[in-house]
């Protein structure tokens, strides 16, 4: 494979990979560190430049850091300009600004290969826009057109349009001429779109994998005493962005329906960032549910570091994805299997699923607070269903070594054409 890649149209240069990724929140500073950390362990005779907004350094720091502290000359981050960024930021076309930003870049560096770190919002500019100078890859977060085959989906309307709807721009994206691997995060869906879409594009899994952190004892034993956790209460635990697709709401909602021997037992803990235009909803919820005297409930709302986050999963004894209509895989779910810890989860969408079938716990409706209350009383009362054997196969399915080989494949498409002048139309008229 070594010889392959390095057959490029400069053989004197190393082929670069530009890699874009202008979102600032949730697990994206994490994919980038992680790719980052396997290209410096590598021997990789390649390079890689993460595009980022230019609100990354200032906002994750502690992942730019990272980035740079491996003083690899194969691995670049360049921030995008401030009007760029504001280009971004506009509402309306932003999507396919960032697709025109995508092309000028993979330009600039005169790139081997690009990889479109979050596929989703760009589909109709891949249709429809401009083509680029490279071939590239792309990684496919939020697949919901085959939801129709798990046990508890029951669809509304609305969701049943959304699912036509991606299921038509994935058919489209997949005609794409540049477009040569669609890496998948949701690995329930790589069977079907392998059988139901006609393409020349490889179809495979992509390792969601988080920061190689281990949990350590002193650590989560300083925690438990920084939030004072009290002796004998099992801890579940909701961590991440508590927004209105975490379910915090429904979460608090749902301390009002448990008995008191149940709650007098547990603790909650809701930790992580709430944005600024939820805040006040999630503190009132917060408010009533803090009444309950019995029960322990903690909440923080503030940035968990990527570095420590590990040590709150292991602190707890239950992880809550008690998610509202959430598509796509969960990084909570992979992070708890690798502490051995059950899940509270929504039975909807990838995740439910994911539980059902690996048996990593147990699902309710997480829009119905009343089926919190009942899934957090079994929990409290039964030995939680939890196959150690599928929770190994889940965290390695998902680690750095198995991410690495992914990132490998890329190399494949480092010799290969340029493809079409910069200025042609749409990747899908052209197939």
Not at 157 to 176: D, E, P, Y
Request: proline share 4%.
């Amino acid at each position: 494979m070594q010889q392959k890649y390095l057959m490029t149209r400069n053989t004197a240069v190393r082929p670069r990979i530009v890699a874009m990724e202008y979102q600032v929140l949730g697990h994206y500073p994490d994919y980038i560190r992680n790719i980052a950390e396997q290209w410096h362990l590598s021997s990789w005779d390649a390079e890689i430049e993460f595009i980022v907004s230019n609100r990354f350094a200032s906002i994750h720091g502690e992942a730019d850091q990272a980035v740079r502290s491996f003083r690899d000359d194969r691995i670049h981050i360049t921030p995008v300009s401030q009007d760029e960024e504001e280009g971004i930021l506009r509402q309306g076309r932003q999507h396919y600004f960032g697709w025109e930003l995508f092309r000028k870049y993979c330009a600039k560096s005169n790139a081997a290969h690009g990889l479109l770190m979050y596929l989703d919002n760009f589909q109709l500019p891949i249709w429809l826009g401009k083509k680029l100078t490279c071939s590239f890859s792309a990684i496919y977060f939020r697949p919901t057109f085959h939801y129709h085959r798990y046990l508890h989906h029951r669809p509304s309307f609305l969701q049943r349009l959304v699912s036509l709807r991606k299921k038509w721009f994935m058919k489209q994206v997949l005609r794409c001429s540049q477009l040569k691997e669609l890496y998948v995060l949701d690995p329930t869906a790589i069977d079907y779109i392998r059988n139901h879409f006609r393409t020349h594009v490889r179809i495979s899994h992509f390792a969601d994998t988080f920061s190689p952190y281990p949990s350590r004892p002193d650590r989560i034993a300083e925690i438990r005493r920084e939030l004072g956790i009290e002796m004998g209460r099992k801890v579940f635990t909701l961590l991440g962005v508590l927004d209105s697709r975490k379910g915090p709401i429904e979460l608090l909602q749902s301390v009002s329906h448990l008995d008191n021997d149940t709650a007098s037992k547990m603790t909650l803990m809701l930790l992580g960032y709430t944005p600024d235009d939820y805040v006040e909803k999630v503190n009132a919820a917060y408010e009533v549910a803090k009444k309950r005297s019995s029960l322990q409930l903690i909440y923080e709302n503030r940035f968990i570091p990527g570095t420590d986050v590990q040590n709150y999963f292991a602190a707890s004894d239950v992880i809550l994805t008690t998610y509202q209509g959430h598509m796509g895989s969960s990084l909570a779910l992979i992070r708890a299997a690798a502490e051995g810890k059950p899940l509270l989860s929504s039975n909807f969408g990838t995740v439910g699923e994911l539980v059902e079938q690996r048996r990593l716990g147990i699902t309710v409706d997480s829009t119905d607070p009343r089926s919190i209350a009942r899934g957090i009383t079994r929990l409290m009362t039964e030995v939680p269903r939890f196959d150690s054997h599928e929770a190994k196969r889940i965290v390695d399915e998902n680690s750095c070594e198995q991410l690495r080989r992914d990132l490998a494949r890329m190399f494949d498409f480092c010799s290969t054409p340029a493809g079409d002048p910069v200025n042609e139309v749409a990747c899908g008229e052209q197939s």
